[in-house]
């Protein structure tokens, strides 16, 4: 199992869930965050003044998923978000080691 976590841009979030659920990927949990990368925020103009902006407005995707489906996962996940402007954000795989059904108790892959 592998467990998949992007953070993109608030914009890109329909059209990364509407990727996942062709490919069959049967749940996900989003979070609104802020951050920074290499851009380091940027500076906004407000009624006349100008201001820096620290954090960017992000979105936070968590996919737990079978190991024959993460690399169309995350490729599908890269090809949805890619705007090809700087910010568009990251994607993180890594190995889910054990995954609990709280309801039923069952474990592993079932409890995907």
Do not use: C
Not at 10 to 38: E, H, I, W
Not at 39 to 58: C, L, M, N, T
Not at 85 to 99: S, Y
Request: glycine share 10%.
């Amino acid at each position: 199992m592998k467990f998949i976590v992007a953070v993109i841009k608030p914009q890109k979030l329909d059209a990364v869930r509407d990727a996942l659920n062709a490919l069959g990927v049967s749940g996900m949990t989003v979070s609104d965050v802020k951050g920074y990368g290499r851009q380091k925020g940027h500076k906004e103009i407000y009624r006349g003044a100008e201001y820096q902006v620290d954090f960017i407005p992000k979105v936070r995707i968590e996919v737990a998923i079978a190991d024959d489906q993460a690399q169309a996962a995350l490729t599908a996940i890269r090809d949805a978000a890619r705007t090809g402007a700087i910010g568009d954000g990251k994607i993180f795989m890594v190995d889910l080691v054990e995954a609990v059904r709280v309801r039923t108790g069952e474990t592993g892959q079932d409890a995907l």
